[in-house]
């Protein structure tokens, strides 16, 4: 089954002890995921458009990254 990265973290979040290193550890994991979801999307739907010469990995570094 495929998850999102937010309900990856939750299952993930759920299941952990409290701990903040551990936490902070599995939020980067989620970030990670998103960022990569987000590019494939993106490509996705540029295949779709035929003629877009931006790639996902620049559009989340435009959109995302100041």
Request: hydrophobic fraction near 30%; charge should be negative; proline fraction near 3%.
């Amino acid at each position: 089954m495929k998850q999102t990265a937010i309900e990856w973290l939750y299952n993930e979040l759920l299941n952990s002890e409290p701990n903040i290193l551990e936490w902070n550890k599995l939020f980067e994991q989620a970030k990670a995921m998103e960022r990569i979801q987000i590019i494939y999307a993106y490509d996705d739907g540029a295949n779709e458009r035929h003629n877009d010469p931006v790639t996902g990995e620049e559009y989340y570094n435009k959109t995302y990254k100041q």
